[in-house]
């Protein structure tokens, strides 16, 4: 016998839809809420009620084992995507009479109240969805009108236990509990194995600690092709289990599909295969045993001093470091600012393996230099302090830094003058004339030399930060000007040296400031005076930029051009008063001194200014 099972006011749409698919069934209909019906072990219910209806009458269907057959309706939206039956009143009736298996589900409760698709607790409205617009672009849609919530969102405290035990006691923004993949868009990205017949639940606790970090981790789930995401993020904890127990020192806010509750504890449980489904779920798998154990992985969660400072504010843009993390940095770095007899030894021993190796036109030496040179200490050691404002790390910083400077320039120096050598090589060339591009580099530098000062786990990086911004080097050359005399030297050099120096403190100290190691409201003063200076030395870096600029034109324009009948090679421009130009000439015969004052009054109106000319004269065949 086939009961079907529907509210009064439903009468007229089952009269006119649902009958005329069941001409030739023998079937009685009963009005929800009545209870003055006996299904025997063959008969089965076929419900056509809304979600709240639902929930009551499957309690009770499931605990007197009695086979359900349900019919989408228009107030049933969680009902059906829950239980994953088919929405078309056809296909769900004729799976209903044809089927001769019937299906055990498990049935999931939320303080008794049955969950058919999930439970939100907490500020997880970011992460819920419209279920009848359930598509890409109304996610899309939905989350771009919730994100204004964003610098609102708090994290809650949370015990949450087992009947076995005690499993964590954590901060979280929220949690969302559903019994399979497909119950929500974030759980569908997360959860793998799931099915609505393996007697668990999955628990996601989102626990972002700054804004950027869930952010990206939303705009990465609304990706669209609904494939689950390689790795869960770190600040997402998931607890697999049949039942758990969520605390709170107040009452708890929660929905449970969509309807709003309140509780001072949540208590989730799952009774296995209760109810007794007479049609199709796509939910429902073979069990495999490797899913059916618990799951735990919840260690990457704040706990703590790391849990009780998330609950005290909302959560930031950027990271904010933990006191416990700022006062290892801070006390390593307060090390780092001191001058010792230590810092002056190494600096005078980089100085001096770099001087001889700009004098021997040797890289692989110069950047042994670099990598010994221990300066970049307390320039890191200065941007923090210039962030924290802390004028005792300041002071430390800025005299450990000139202390430095001036070995540096001093040793340098001493060596230009003993050794009988005067030649710009091309190593001391190269920091000559500094450029833009030297300022990005700097940028780069600073910025990862603040990070892996930052990260314990990459300090070893240190050696790389150091080759890429090349201190020493610079300071070495700047030595050789003042050994030599020569300002052009000494100033192209020093600039470079001040180039990376005032983007190094820049960006390590911007650095710091995202990674939450200072509030924006006391490193403003340091970070303008900073961008001042900065200021000023892009003026000669853009000049020598366009310097450069000009000389690689020039260069473009001669190199394989014919003048009288002789091809321009190897065209190299150095600035000067007047303009260095020197090249090869080939042509077929060796050229007299008037073929080549020819060529180099040409060459002064191709140009556009006086040039001196260098020549080498070569025979083409």
């Not at 923090?384 to 005792?392: A, E, F, I, L, P």
């Not at 190897?570 to 600035?575: G, L």
């Not at 260095?580 to 073929?595: H, K, M, P």
Request: charged share 20%; proline share 4%; hydrophobic share 45%.
């Amino acid at each position: 016998m086939l009961y079907i099972l529907h509210h009064p006011d439903d009468k007229e749409k089952v009269e006119s839809d649902i009958f005329p698919l069941l001409e030739n069934t023998e079937k009685q209909t009963i009005n929800y809420p009545e209870t003055d019906y006996e299904a025997g072990e063959d008969d089965i219910i076929v419900t056509y009620l809304s979600d709240e209806f639902l929930r009551e009458f499957l309690t009770k269907a499931a605990q007197k084992g009695i086979k359900v057959g349900i019919l989408p309706h228009p107030k049933n939206t969680y009902t059906t995507k829950g239980l994953g039956i088919s929405n078309d009143h056809e296909t769900a009736l004729k799976e209903i009479l044809e089927n001769e298996e019937v299906h055990k589900l498990d049935m999931l409760y939320c303080n008794d109240i049955p969950v058919f698709q999930s439970v939100n607790i907490g500020n997880v409205f970011i992460f819920t969805e419209d279920h009848k617009n359930n598509n890409f672009f109304h996610e899309v849609l939905s989350f771009f009108k919730n994100i204004r919530h964003l610098s609102s969102l708090s994290h809650n405290s949370y015990e949450i236990s087992s009947e076995d035990e005690k499993i964590i006691h954590t901060s979280a923004l929220g949690i969302i509990v559903v019994e399979h993949a497909l119950s929500s868009v974030v759980a569908r990205r997360l959860v793998s194995e799931s099915s609505l017949n393996d007697g668990m639940f999955t628990s996601l606790i989102i626990s972002p600690t700054n804004l950027l970090q869930l952010i990206w981790f939303l705009l990465r789930s609304l990706l669209p092709g609904g494939k689950q995401l390689n790795k869960a993020p770190s600040f997402i904890g998931r607890i697999k289990i049949a039942d758990l127990k969520i605390k709170n020192s107040s009452a708890i806010e929660f929905t449970v599909d969509g309807e709003k509750e309140q509780a001072e504890q949540v208590s989730l449980r799952v009774e296995a295969e209760s109810l007794i489904l007479a049609q199709a779920s796509k939910y429902c798998t073979e069990k495999d045993s490797a899913n059916l154990k618990k799951s735990n992985k919840t260690d990457t969660l704040p706990t703590g001093e790391k849990r009780e400072e998330l609950t005290k504010r909302t959560i930031p843009i950027f990271p904010r470091a933990t006191t416990e993390e700022f006062q290892e940095l801070f006390k390593l770095l307060r090390e780092n600012s001191k001058s010792s007899s230590m810092y002056v030894v190494m600096m005078i021993l980089s100085t001096l393996i770099a001087t001889f190796g700009l004098f021997a036109n040797s890289s692989p030496v110069i950047i042994g230099a670099m990598i010994l040179a221990p300066i970049i200490s307390p320039i890191v050691s200065f941007a923090m302090g210039m962030v924290r404002y802390d004028t005792n790390m300041l002071k430390r910083g800025i005299i450990t830094i000139l202390i430095g400077t001036g070995v540096s320039l001093l040793f340098s120096a001493g060596v230009s003058l003993i050794i009988p050598i005067k030649l710009v090589t091309s190593e001391i060339d190269a920091r000559l004339s500094p450029t833009l591009l030297d300022m990005g580099i700097a940028v780069a530098s600073g910025v990862a030399a603040a990070y892996a000062h930052a990260k314990e786990g990459i300090a070893k990086s240190l050696a790389g930060v150091a080759i890429a911004v090349a201190l020493v080097p610079p300071l070495a050359v700047s030595g050789i000007g003042i050994g030599w005399w020569d300002w052009d030297v000494f100033s192209g050099a020093f600039l470079l040296y001040l180039t990376n120096l005032a983007g190094i403190i820049m960006f390590a100290g911007i650095t710091f400031l995202i990674l939450g190691f200072a509030p924006f409201k006391r490193a403003k003063l340091g970070l303008i005076y900073t961008l001042i200076l900065i200021g000023i030395v892009m003026v000669p870096l853009s000049l020598s930029f366009n310097r450069i600029k000009k000389e690689a034109s020039i260069t473009r324009d001669l190199e394989g051009s014919t003048i009288n009948n002789t091809v321009v090679r190897d065209v190299k421009v150095r600035f000067g008063d007047p303009l260095r130009v020197s090249l090869t000439l080939v042509g077929q015969e060796n050229l007299e001194g008037d073929e080549i004052r020819e060529i180099k009054k040409e060459l002064e109106k191709e140009i556009g200014e006086e040039i001196n000319l260098e020549v080498i004269s070569a025979r083409g065949f």
